[in-house]
């Protein structure tokens, strides 16, 4: 029998978690609650390999639901939420304060209905892309706030899902958008591929693979993780399926080892 993962028990359920990309020592995880009636938090955990336990190193109240978090690859103290509050979706950007507090920096202005997820690009720290249920939008940061540079329609009747940059071609970024996977020049905000019908029903998310620049991986409401080349989009035949979910697959990540995920 395998060992006993390591758990951390939160006071209210989650669904934002994500590695801290700053921290190059401690392995640091920002995970952000979403109780429709109580105060929600968001929590630094940094794992104690000598108790081989999680730690809880930092409390930040924040009182509407937290459906994202996307912390900056440069700075340790900053990071986005997306929230929603009575049925309102915005996106933050905010930095953690000692003292377990936290100091609003801006709320990001013009983005349109729900919203996904945000993005903090990790090869330009001066550009954020929200993923919004009709749109994909940029926005761009510096010292002065945080504006929109740039947007694109998802298209007629595609609602988007999920996405990614890719991790070493700063231009490139992946969206889940109805039952296909779209491919994104950030520079002119243009599509330059698709991979249609990648899913039998929506595709929930992308990820791509830190070890390989042409491979990417998908999952959906049909159960199944999906691995794709980004050369061959022209085909809707996966490189390889895997199923024995027994639910829908809201989340997939490529592990950053180079075996296979």
Same mark, same amino acid.
């Given at each position: 029998?395998?060992?006993?993962?390591?758990?951390?028990?939160?006071r209210?359920?989650?669904r934002?978690?994500?590695?801290?990309?700053?921290?190059?020592?401690?392995?640091?995880?920002? $995970?952000?609650t979403?109780?429709?009636?109580?105060e929600?938090?968001?929590?630094?955990?940094?794992?104690?390999? %000598?108790?081989?336990?999680?730690?809880?190193?930092?409390?930040?109240?924040?009182?509407?639901?937290?459906?994202?978090?996307?912390?900056?690859?440069?700075?340790?103290? !900053?990071?986005?939420?997306?929230?929603?509050?009575?049925?309102?979706y915005?996106?933050?950007?905010?930095?953690?304060?000692?003292?377990?507090?936290?100091?609003?920096?801006?709320? !990001?202005?013009?983005?349109?209905?729900?919203?996904?997820?945000?993005?903090?690009?990790?090869?330009?720290?001066?550009?954020?892309?929200?993923?919004?249920?009709?749109?994909?939008?940029?926005?761009?940061?510096?010292?002065?706030?945080? &504006?929109?540079?740039g947007q694109?329609?998802?298209?007629?009747? $595609?609602?988007?899902?999920?996405?990614?940059?890719?991790?070493? &071609?700063?231009?490139?970024?992946?969206?889940?958008?109805?039952?296909? #996977? &779209?491919?994104? %020049?950030? @520079?002119?905000?243009?599509?330059?591929?698709?991979?249609?019908?990648?899913?039998?029903?929506? #595709?929930?998310?992308?990820?791509?693979?830190s070890?390989?620049?042409?491979?990417? #991986?998908?999952g959906?409401?049909?159960?199944?993780? @999906?691995? +794709?080349?980004? @050369?061959?989009?022209?085909?809707?035949?996966?490189? !390889?399926?895997?199923?024995?979910?027994?639910? +829908?697959?809201?989340?997939?990540?490529?592990?950053?080892?180079?075996d296979?995920?």
């Amino acid at each position: 029998m395998g060992e006993a993962g390591i758990t951390f028990s939160l006071r209210y359920q989650a669904r934002a978690l994500i590695a801290h990309p700053a921290e190059k020592v401690n392995s640091v995880w920002i $995970v952000g609650t979403n109780s429709l009636r109580e105060e929600n938090e968001v929590r630094f955990l940094q794992y104690d390999a %000598d108790q081989e336990r999680l730690l809880s190193v930092k409390i930040l109240a924040h009182n509407a639901e937290i459906w994202d978090i996307s912390p900056s690859a440069t700075e340790g103290d !900053l990071f986005f939420t997306v929230w929603s509050k009575v049925g309102t979706y915005g996106v933050s950007l905010w930095q953690a304060l000692p003292m377990d507090t936290m100091s609003l920096v801006t709320d !990001l202005q013009g983005h349109q209905g729900v919203i996904r997820s945000v993005k903090w690009h990790p090869l330009q720290p001066d550009l954020a892309i929200t993923i919004e249920e009709g749109f994909l939008r940029t926005w761009s940061i510096t010292s002065g706030g945080v &504006q929109a540079s740039g947007q694109a329609d998802a298209g007629e009747l $595609v609602q988007l899902w999920g996405g990614a940059l890719h991790p070493r &071609q700063k231009d490139v970024m992946a969206t889940a958008g109805g039952n296909n #996977v &779209q491919l994104w %020049d950030l @520079r002119t905000m243009s599509r330059t591929g698709e991979v249609s019908g990648a899913h039998r029903m929506p #595709v929930r998310d992308v990820s791509f693979a830190s070890h390989n620049e042409h491979r990417f #991986v998908t999952g959906g409401d049909d159960c199944r993780l @999906r691995f +794709w080349d980004m @050369r061959m989009l022209g085909k809707a035949e996966a490189l !390889l399926e895997l199923g024995g979910h027994s639910h +829908w697959l809201w989340r997939g990540q490529d592990s950053p080892l180079p075996d296979p995920p």
